[in-house]
């Protein structure tokens, strides 16, 4: 009998970029192609995805993408695997018009094959045979996936919480969970991200009221931020707006797009008259709108950020108003909102944070929920998924230390690039891949070698120094002096002999080659490079890029 | 009669690099020259001092320099400012030890007075009429100022926290303050870095009953990493393993130095026998060492980052080693944490961080603390200093909201390069001038300008093509074929035609110039570059510098 096969191409051991491929029998299903958000922002890049080119090897095999929900760290990379593979991609209703959106703007929407599944249905999967199973999250239509295989059923739990009275939808679906546990499951991939946060997470509702007592007690306008994609809190503050007599104004491209793609949806119930467009906004009284916005991370083209800092077109915050920061600051961002946080201040505005009031939860299961998890699923193996090594670890040694049944050797850490082999005999690493992340060019959108970063590293750590060297084509010898441009160098300027001593120590050890050495133009380029370089070693500290062009005249 | 003026050069706005100016009739001191951890590592900088020639302007008036303590945020800079102005520097003996090794580094020690002195005194400096009064901090022999001059006193807290029993020293000196206060204080200028914190910050013996479980459960090595500085937690660990039978065997250059100078002035006590070298260590089972190493924020030149990558020479964490972060994480670090727990749990360490015991406090007021200090220097004005906009307006809003007696208006807010004018009358800003910080190399420690590393982000973000024309030094006309060089541009490779293509566009340029536009070298040089840019935004997405380069023959 056959083994199965799980190969993480992203989410294990990062934040972001979650996406793994689950191998049996010749046949390979990819679960989620999520998108990553890189420190490498000073390089022209600002999303990773992982490095589909990896998969090359499965083609023949790769037979569906499967999505477990629509945030961008699990749906962002669709249109870079597609590409490559075009594969057909099954997931909800609201998943896959997020993901059509998405398509759109590549325009890629008319070559893909988008398959419409829903929670409780079972469906046979390029080979594997998967039931969805409703999970809730902060997000809308979740699914975490059984897949049967003739060695043994997986259960990835996609991103979940048990949440028990969600605010649209019904609570994580146990009873299904059950049943299939009761079956028998080979292993469980579970979420990690809020694996070292003790007790339960509370219920989406819980921000209720906290959001009803901002309401409640404010005099001005509103200005509650908060990702694009948690819809039971937008929906909490459209009904709260409501019932305090409130307008919802809603700014920042993705915000508009999802309010309107779950409303569309009928996901999202939106009071009549409740909405309120920009131009509408204002000439309503402070205490009759509010504004629901993107950009709770300090991201400098979101909409908050415009605001707080007068270059939003048409409004502006000031004095007066309260800016509700309805969202948990994700690692790597503090520097960001700090300084989005005095802007605020410094307009005059007051500042409602999740640290201050009850105004977020998490939408991931923290380490009471995740012991609800593996008590029901029961499986014989747990991997944990989704999370930096910190968060995997800390869930295995809470399932060993408080869930009966799991030893050290039950609970197994992956990594990226890794390929963990299945059977109910065991699970062994059998293979580990060197897996690059791959960066997309700001602009462009396009992927952009690691190499071509790895280059603007050295330049960015030390400037360049551009070397222009002339030859006489047929006697091999120095035309004219060298020339020297020097961009981002430290230690030193044009004016203070630096280029004229460097332009007669490669003149010196020109003299000293031999035409022969100089005949070779790449010999003599990398010559000269070397030259230069030990040069500039005894003169500078920094380690400037040289760039060497030969001229022959 | 004259009038006070304070003009912050670091430290309001920011986290790190302290440094204010006191001027009044004519005279100016300065307190504190402290260092800051920039964003701009990647272009080969890590620290940032203030723009000290931004005093150039005070050149005549500067006459002194008082250190308020020895953290690296308030004296790290030191060396840069003494460069430019030679004056005394005044501050505690133990202050002054760390500020001579640091000069010696910079080989300055011989040029620079240093006047010590002690808690209690009252000193005249520079014109000004100073009060050292004993502050506690999570440092020793730390100082709050009371500055005399005929218009006011001023309160300068430096760093503080109300601390009735530190392991090192005494309480912080409320009776001197109190005294100080019934006598009259026009401003006080209040630490700011813990204004969000509810409560008191618990005193530095806090942590001692969490150290002795841990040490009292650990049957392994321990490995403890704190701030260098940190000293009353150094004594702590020094006494625990004693008490527990363990030798301490010190890793990483600054927290052996710093244990060194502090051992020598008396202020750590070491018991008999307690120090081990890490050959001694070596020796010794596993439940007799504890190891007290730099590097709790994660940085990779750090002993801490070595042991557990396994780059530390001689020594490795291992599977049964405890590890203790007992530190805050610098907001900017958090990265670089999670990745070094990451390596430690997959070494197979124990990890016992802040959040989950209490193996650390601040060293800095909370909102009960700054209460304390406001109350008992009475001052007319309170001036939030040290931290990020948000904590200084959060400081405003505590004190406005709980302390009795202050309105808006006598709690300024200021930023970094404004003058603030005091005077009994009121206060007012009077100018504003933009400060730059000025960035120091990570190789050479010398200072470098901050074009240069905005010519490093440009190279960062887009690359760089270098364009070399050759001319005919007479005719005016192009030689041979441009040649291009590309480095880190994307979008493109040398293969796919694009140099091809774009010499052509540089030579078709050139072709439609008149002899004249080429033979003035500098607007050709000029033309080029716009050309080629030109061409270059139509074929590619990105922004690479251009550099051009004419040879004539």
Redesign the interface.
Known sequence: MSKIEIIPLGGI?EFGMNCMGIRYGGEMIVVDAGMGFP?ET???VDISIPNFDFLEEYRDDLTAIILTHGHEDHIGALPYILKKFNVPVYSSRFTLALCERRLEEYDMLDDVLMHRVEAGDRVSVGGFDIEFIHASHSLVECFSLAIHTPAGTLIHTGDYKIDDTPVIGKPYDLKMLQRIGDEGVLALLCDSTNA?VAGRTPSEQAVIPAFEEIFEESEGRLFVSTFSSSMHRLQIVFDVAHEFGRRVCVLGRSMQRNVEIASDHGLLKIPRGCMATLGESRALDDDEICYLVTGSQGEMRAALWGLATGTYKGLEISKGDTVVLSARII??N??NI??L??HL??RGAN?IEE?RRLVHVSGHASQEDIKIMVETAQPKFVVPIHG???ML?RQKEFIKNHVAGYADEDIILIENGEVLELDEYGARIIEKHDLYKTFI?E??L?E??YD??R??????????I?L?V?VDRKKHTL??EP?I?L?????LDMTNGFAAAARSAVAEAIDEMKPAQIADRSVFKENLRIHLKRYVQKE???KP?I?T?V???
């Open positions: 051991g420190e000073p390089f022209g070292t690692p790597g503090e520097k700090s300084r946080i005095g201040y410094k500042i640290k930096e090594y910190r670890f060019d602009e462009s396009e952009i070698e071509i970063i280059e603007r590293k050295k330049l960015a750590y030390g400037g360049m551009s222009v002339t035309v004219g020339q441009t961009n981002g160098v430290a230690g500078l500290s920094g890029v760039v062009t001229v022959e005249v």
